[in-house]
């Protein structure tokens, strides 16, 4: 029993280690002082970070993509917000089963193959190139998420809150902007997190759709990688990660005062 | 009491209504477009309709007619806009090459003299049955199978019947054939590491359970970028990996590890294996805790117990998670793109290569229909059984 | 009786075939309060939720105030509606959910502060306005949403089990309160309710329903103490079934034979001889010994003597039937298996329709 256990622990102790370890390596080197990305330093200095913001290829991906990510979350939030409204009223007779399939395929089908579809369509109405193209790809991917997140916010609302609010003499569109949707706001907030992260990591449709105008930090990043990569990679990186820390916490904050309810 | 009815309705219908409208046009409709590219065949017919008319009482051997000839004259004078123009060389020139130069040349030739019909007398090559077979073919009809076929390595005999292409000339058998091995392979990995990882998840609980999820899920919300780039990096010649070895005297010269298939099921388990873990310990947990000391107390020795109780109840959990797990990994670009070696390319890098490096949209459209309908099939087969595990429920 | 306030006319309602509630008529008058009360699933519910608006009648007319109201939406019925669960709104706090129907009708702030301090003083609660719902008891929370559903002064007040989820204690202070708003306030309330007690205790008059349709509709005495059907009998209250046939009736009083052979005189309409009737006699009506006549009197075996604490129950067997008897604790226990002797007056057994 004991040689299971250390059995247990080892093997655990080195899956968290394949899992962890090449996330927490690539931060150090991003305040490597040489142009390589090499272990050992040989010293640590703030270079790459600068070069993030000063290099102009660098800003401005880091502007498109948060052009691109504000203009994603605005659409999808607000589409996939109506839409889980619509759904939910009729969510027995639609399933939700179906909708889960209907609104995931998105996510499900291969992005080279719907980058293909979307390169040989935006083209014929001028979308390749635009801002507003990127912005409609990034939605495509990103409204699964809203709709999911919001929709399952909405069913957990009691119903009888809403008819409480009618009986009180609300409007239905009062009932709406008063006690549905101040409800519904932490899936809504996690939706349009999900969207705007979804839009700040995605580079194959951006490959097929953008313009060099449009070319986001991580499109940059994906051709840096592959035609000279540069410590500036492990800085956006570390930007990255951070990121996600800094989204976890929002999620998990507005997760808790949902529950807190 | 029925308008009130359908009131709700119509109120539903116009909140949906935008997001349908949306993904119908900026999702189904590219799908659309690009199986409609991978089968539709429309220049020839365009661009040459005289020849189209005439060439169909050809019967593909016998040398080309003068009237032939004087149709296809005609036509390449009526050509004005040089986009179709130069559309209708490219798709001769697929099917046989030498039209490159061929066209462009007949065409100056018959612009500059009006009576210039004996095609012959300008290019010799125009006397050549094999020349013209190619204008049939791409005149008969508005779509084609060519590109469908082209993706599995096939082609039509000039009699129109299915054949193999000739060996060395087609590289797409064996692209998917490596796809499905690479994808394989990564879910095979995922399944080694998924499964302990996932029972011994599931077998601990608190602060331990906690640590082993986070474990999995962090990466799970890093950027897939910077997975791929921490992959990139640490698989160099002077990596970490190969430096580390090489510091403790295991190897002399750095292993291969980056630009190669090894380097790329590395990094691809690293990314899916959440996607098998995840499934697995969901199911694992569904099962009663005193399960395995039941079976202990009815006589059954561990290992036994493991295999004829534990097993067998979180098979759902392993062919859902094997399942997600191969589906994504089929479609895969990113990774493989970054860390794959240019000779060991899987389908995606192949079809981005014909969109946006040779503008073939029908071979990319062909081979993404080909990934678009086994995604689709996996996802199904995904869908009834998780189906069938909610049903149950 | 005045002119009605609220009146269903013919009110049906049905989801697929299944009818919920069938051609029900009723009338409530200005400041009565009246009970609904039947087990789940009989039709309560759906008619408070048919006078809130938030059902629509299959058929027929509902009117509040000479009003015709079945097409109006919720939002512009003004009725009070206290909810199971209370459904306060959880973003908000007590001053706000208060405060939300006076929002509503645009009241000028100065007045619907004076209002919602009032409305929460009321119930006792005028410390706890900032707080949130779930900062609250079940029974702070119960009082917030009556005084939501009181602050607009409704013309009715509708409650769906409100006090279902408290415990006993606080259940019967509730009671006491909602009775002293009632007559303070001279409101009407229609009040649904599965608990047979509360009914009793609270109601001017109480519907008994089953399948859709009212049993009976009258006074909590009258329910009691002279139910018509078997099933109103058996809901409200415990009683005791034993049945026989019409021997002869007339003038309010019936004699009936059992299958023992033995006759019993009971309190009945006119039926024709030889109808099967069921007798109900609740159990603190039977008295042991042999009272003077006129009596029915009976003899059996004590089966069980069960301990109450305020009073014990005995189990007998008379004549072929299980009787259950409500004996003061005053009078010496009898032992089980003892036999003994028991009456009960013609004016407390009742003919029920079977």
Same mark, same amino acid.
């Given at each position: 029993?004991?040689?299971?256990?250390?059995?247990?622990?080892?093997?655990?102790?080195?899956?968290?280690?394949?899992?962890?370890?090449?996330?927490?390596?690539?931060?150090?080197?991003?305040?490597?002082?040489?142009?390589?990305?090499?272990?050992?330093?040989?010293?640590?200095?703030?270079?790459?970070?600068?070069?993030l913001?000063?290099?102009?290829v660098w800003r401005r991906s880091i502007v498109n993509s948060l052009i691109i990510g504000?203009?994603?979350?605005?659409?999808?939030?607000?589409?996939?917000?109506?839409?889980?409204?619509?759904?939910?009223?009729?969510?027995?007779?639609?399933?939700?089963?179906?909708?889960?399939?209907?609104?995931?395929?998105?996510?499900?089908?291969?992005?080279?193959?719907?980058?293909?579809?979307?390169?040989?369509?935006?083209?014929?109405?001028?979308?390749?190139?635009?801002?507003?193209?990127?912005?409609?790809?990034?939605?495509?991917?990103?409204?699964?998420?809203?709709?999911?997140?919001?929709?399952?916010?909405?069913?957990?609302?009691?119903?009888?809150?809403?008819?409480?609010?009618?009986?009180?003499?609300?409007?239905?569109?009062?009932?709406?902007?008063?006690?549905?949707?101040?409800?519904?706001?932490?899936?809504?907030?996690?939706?349009?997190?999900?969207?705007?992260?979804?839009s700040l990591d995605e580079v194959?449709?951006t490959?097929?759709?953008?313009?060099?105008?449009q070319r986001t930090l991580a499109r940059q990043m994906f051709s840096s990688?592959?035609?000279?990569?540069?410590?500036a990679i492990?800085a956006a990186a570390?930007v990255f990660?951070?990121g996600?820390?800094?989204?976890?916490?929002?999620?998990?904050?507005?997760?808790?005062?949902?529950?807190?309810? | 009491?029925?308008?009130?009815?359908?009131?709700?309705?119509?109120?539903?219908?116009?909140?949906?209504?935008?997001?349908?409208?949306?993904?119908?046009?900026?999702?189904?409709?590219?799908?659309?477009?690009?199986?409609?590219? @991978?089968?539709?065949?429309?220049?020839?017919?365009?661009?040459?309709?005289?020849?189209?008319?005439?060439?169909?009482?050809?019967?593909?051997?016998?040398?080309?007619?003068?009237?032939?000839?004087?149709?296809?004259?005609?036509?390449?004078? @009526?050509?004005?806009?040089?986009?179709?123009?130069?559309?209708?060389?490219?798709?001769?020139?697929?099917?046989?090459?030498?039209? &490159?130069?061929?066209?462009?040349?007949? &065409?100056? %030739?018959?612009?500059?003299?009006?009576?210039?019909?004996?095609?012959?007398?300008?290019?010799?090559?125009?006397?050549?049955?094999?020349?013209?077979?190619?204008?049939?073919?791409?005149?008969?009809?508005?779509?084609?199978?060519?590109?469908?076929?082209?993706?599995?390595?096939?082609?039509?005999?000039?009699?129109?019947?299915?054949?193999?292409?000739?060996?060395?000339?087609?590289?797409?058998?064996?692209?998917?054939? &490596?796809?499905?091995?690479?994808?394989?392979?990564?879910?095979?990995?995922?399944?080694?590491? *998924?499964?302990?990882?996932?029972?011994? %998840?599931?077998?601990?609980?608190?602060?331990?359970?906690?640590?082993? #999820?986070?474990?999995?899920?962090?990466?799970?919300?890093?950027s897939?970028l910077v997975?791929?780039?921490?992959?990139?990096?640490?698989?160099?010649?002077?990596?970490?990996?190969?430096?580390?070895?090489?510091?403790? *005297?295991?190897?002399?010269?750095? #292993?291969?590890?980056?630009?190669?298939?090894?380097?790329?099921?590395?990094? /691809?388990?690293?990314?899916?294996?959440?996607?098998?873990?995840?499934?697995?310990?969901?199911?694992?947990? *569904?099962?009663?805790?005193?399960?395995?000391?039941?079976?202990?107390?009815?006589? @059954?020795?561990?290992?036994?117990?493991?295999?004829?109780? #534990?097993?067998? /109840?979180?098979?759902?959990?392993?062919?859902?998670?094997?399942?997600?797990?191969?589906?994504?990994?089929?479609?895969?670009?990113?990774?493989?793109?970054?860390?794959?070696? @240019?000779?060991?390319?899987?389908?995606?890098?192949?079809?981005?290569?014909?969109?946006?490096?040779?503008?073939?949209?029908?071979?990319?459209? %062909?081979?993404?229909?080909?990934?678009?309908?086994?995604?689709?099939?996996?996802?199904?087969?995904?869908? &009834?059984?998780? *189906?069938?595990?909610?049903?149950?429920? | 009786?005045?002119?009605?306030?609220?009146?269903?006319?013919?009110?049906?309602?049905?989801?697929?075939?299944?009818?919920?509630?069938?051609?029900?008529?009723?009338?409530?008058?200005?400041?009565?309060?009246?009970?609904?009360?039947?087990?789940?699933?009989?039709?309560?519910?759906?008619?408070?939720?048919?006078?809130?608006?938030?059902?629509?009648?299959?058929?027929?007319?509902?009117?509040?105030?000479?009003?015709?109201?079945?097409?109006?939406?919720?939002?512009?019925?003004?009725?009070?509606?206290?909810?199971?669960?209370?459904?306060?709104?959880?973003?908000?706090?007590?001053?706000?959910?208060?405060?939300?129907?006076?929002?509503?009708?645009?009241?000028?702030?100065?007045?619907? !502060?004076?209002?919602?301090?009032?409305?929460?003083?009321?119930?006792?609660?005028?410390?706890?306005?900032?707080?949130?719902?779930?900062?609250?008891?079940?029974?702070?929370?119960?009082?917030?949403?009556?005084?939501?559903?009181?602050?607009?002064?409704?013309?009715?007040?509708?409650?769906?089990?409100?006090?279902?989820?408290? !415990?006993?204690?606080?259940?019967?202070?509730?009671?006491?309160?909602?009775?002293?708003?009632?007559?303070?306030?001279?409101?009407?309330?229609?009040?649904?309710?599965?608990?047979?007690?509360?009914?009793?205790?609270?109601?001017?008059?109480?519907?008994?329903?089953?399948?859709?349709?009212?049993?009976?509709?009258?006074?909590?005495?009258?329910?009691?103490?002279?139910?018509?059907?078997?099933?109103?009998?058996?809901?409200?209250?415990?009683?005791?079934?034993?049945?026989?046939?019409?021997?002869?009736?007339?003038?309010?009083?019936?004699?009936?034979?059992?299958?023992?052979?033995?006759?019993?005189?009971?309190?009945?309409?006119?039926?024709?001889?030889?109808?099967?009737?069921?007798?109900?006699?609740?159990?603190?009506?039977?008295?042991?010994?042999?009272?003077?006549?006129?009596?029915?009197?009976?003899?059996?075996?004590?089966?069980?003597?069960?301990?109450?604490?305020?009073?014990?129950?005995?189990?007998? !067997?008379?004549?072929?039937?299980?009787?259950?008897?409500?004996?003061?604790?005053?009078?010496?226990?009898?032992?089980?298996?003892?036999?003994?002797?028991?009456?009960?007056?013609?004016? !407390?057994?009742?003919?029920?329709?079977?």
């Amino acid at each position: 029993m004991n040689g299971l256990n250390v059995a247990k622990v080892v093997f655990g102790a080195a899956i968290m280690f394949f899992l962890l370890a090449p996330l927490i390596a690539i931060l150090p080197l991003s305040f490597t002082d040489s142009v390589f990305l090499n272990y050992p330093i040989p010293a640590y200095s703030t270079r790459w970070f600068n070069e993030l913001v000063t290099a102009d290829v660098w800003r401005r991906s880091i502007v498109n993509s948060l052009i691109i990510g504000s203009g994603t979350t605005a659409l999808a939030t607000v589409l996939g917000t109506l839409g889980a409204l619509g759904l939910r009223n009729h969510a027995s007779f639609w399933s939700l089963s179906f909708i889960r399939t209907a609104f995931l395929l998105p996510m499900v089908v291969p992005a080279v193959v719907l980058g293909v579809g979307m390169q040989l369509m935006f083209a014929r109405y001028n979308l390749t190139n635009s801002y507003l193209g990127v912005i409609i790809a990034h939605t495509v991917l990103a409204v699964p998420f809203v709709v999911i997140n919001v929709l399952s916010v909405l069913q957990a609302i009691d119903p009888r809150l809403e008819q409480a609010a009618a009986s009180l003499g609300a409007h239905p569109v009062t009932v709406l902007a008063r006690v549905t949707l101040p409800l519904a706001l932490p899936g809504i907030i996690s939706g349009a997190v999900f969207a705007f992260a979804t839009s700040l990591d995605e580079v194959v449709l951006t490959l097929f759709v953008a313009g060099p105008n449009q070319r986001t930090l991580a499109r940059q990043m994906f051709s840096s990688i592959r035609e000279n990569i540069s410590p500036a990679i492990a800085a956006a990186a570390f930007v990255f990660i951070v990121g996600t820390i800094f989204v976890a916490l929002i999620l998990i904050l507005s997760r808790k005062s949902l529950a807190r309810r | 009491m029925k308008d009130d009815r359908k009131r709700s309705w119509l109120v539903s219908l116009a909140l949906v209504a935008p997001l349908v409208l949306f993904l119908v046009f900026f999702f189904a409709a590219p799908l659309y477009t690009m199986v409609s590219a @991978a089968i539709s065949d429309p220049i020839g017919a365009r661009a040459l309709p005289h020849t189209s008319a005439i060439i169909e009482r050809w019967d593909g051997t016998s040398p080309p007619s003068p009237e032939m000839q004087t149709a296809f004259a005609e036509d390449l004078r @009526a050509i004005d806009d040089d986009q179709l123009f130069g559309d209708l060389v490219r798709r001769l020139n697929s099917a046989k090459s030498g039209f &490159r130069t061929l066209m462009p040349k007949t &065409r100056n %030739a018959v612009k500059a003299d009006p009576a210039a019909n004996d095609l012959v007398a300008i290019d010799e090559r125009w006397s050549d049955p094999a020349f013209w077979q190619p204008v049939k073919t791409a005149t008969a009809s508005t779509i084609t199978d060519r590109n469908l076929l082209a993706a599995v390595d096939l082609e039509r005999s000039t009699a129109g019947d299915i054949q193999e292409m000739p060996e060395g000339s087609s590289a797409n058998r064996a692209t998917l054939i &490596r796809t499905f091995v690479v994808s394989l392979s990564v879910t095979l990995a995922c399944l080694l590491i *998924g499964l302990p990882y996932a029972m011994i %998840a599931a077998s601990v609980d608190g602060w331990k359970r906690q640590l082993l #999820l986070g474990a999995v899920l962090l990466p799970l919300w890093t950027s897939l970028l910077v997975r791929t780039a921490a992959w990139f990096i640490l698989l160099q010649d002077n990596g970490l990996i190969n430096s580390s070895l090489t510091a403790l *005297g295991l190897i002399n010269s750095p #292993l291969p590890l980056i630009f190669n298939r090894a380097g790329v099921i590395i990094a /691809m388990t690293h990314v899916l294996l959440p996607f098998m873990v995840l499934p697995i310990f969901s199911v694992l947990i *569904g099962i009663p805790k005193n399960l395995m000391p039941a079976a202990a107390s009815l006589g @059954a020795p561990p290992l036994r117990a493991f295999w004829n109780v #534990l097993l067998p /109840m979180s098979t759902r959990g392993i062919v859902s998670g094997s399942l997600l797990v191969f589906m994504s990994a089929l479609g895969y670009y990113i990774t493989p793109a970054l860390i794959g070696g @240019a000779r060991d390319q899987m389908i995606s890098s192949v079809i981005a290569y014909y969109a946006t490096g040779a503008a073939n949209w029908g071979m990319a459209g %062909a081979l993404g229909l080909v990934l678009l309908v086994a995604t689709l099939i996996l996802y199904t087969v995904y869908l &009834r059984l998780s *189906g069938e595990e909610q049903a149950k429920r | 009786m005045q002119d009605p306030f609220i009146s269903f006319e013919k009110v049906s309602k049905s989801f697929g075939t299944f009818n919920v509630v069938d051609e029900l008529y009723l009338s409530i008058s200005r400041g009565e309060f009246v009970s609904m009360l039947g087990p789940s699933g009989s039709g309560k519910t759906t008619i408070l939720m048919m006078l809130a608006g938030f059902e629509k009648p299959t058929s027929g007319k509902i009117f509040v105030g000479g009003r015709q109201v079945d097409a109006l939406p919720p939002h512009k019925r003004n009725m009070g509606v206290v909810f199971q669960n209370y459904a306060l709104f959880p973003h908000m706090s007590v001053a706000e959910n208060v405060g939300f129907p006076l929002k509503m009708r645009r009241m000028p702030r100065a007045e619907a !502060d004076g209002r919602i301090k009032r409305a929460l003083d009321m119930v006792q609660l005028g410390t706890m306005s900032e707080r949130r719902p779930s900062q609250l008891s079940g029974g702070q929370q119960q009082r917030v949403a009556l005084a939501r559903a009181l602050v607009f002064e409704p013309e009715v007040v509708l409650m769906d089990e409100p006090l279902g989820a408290l !415990d006993k204690k606080l259940r019967e202070q509730m009671q006491l309160d909602i009775r002293e708003l009632h007559r303070r306030l001279g409101l009407t309330i229609i009040f649904v309710t599965h608990d047979q007690g509360e009914a009793l205790t609270m109601s001017d008059r109480i519907a008994v329903f089953n399948h859709g349709k009212i049993e009976q509709i009258g006074k909590p005495s009258e329910i009691y103490d002279h139910p018509t059907t078997r099933f109103v009998a058996e809901f409200v209250g415990e009683t005791n079934l034993i049945m026989g046939t019409i021997k002869q009736s007339g003038d309010g009083r019936a004699i009936i034979q059992l299958p023992s052979g033995s006759t019993l005189e009971a309190s009945a309409p006119n039926l024709n001889a030889g109808t099967q009737v069921s007798l109900s006699i609740r159990p603190e009506r039977i008295r042991s010994g042999k009272a003077q006549a006129p009596a029915n009197i009976l003899s059996g075996t004590v089966r069980d003597v069960v301990y109450h604490g305020d009073h014990l129950q005995l189990l007998l !067997d008379a004549d072929g039937h299980q009787l259950l008897v409500r004996s003061d604790r005053a009078v010496k226990a009898p032992e089980a298996g003892q036999k003994m002797d028991f009456s009960f007056a013609p004016e !407390d057994c009742w003919v029920v329709a079977q």
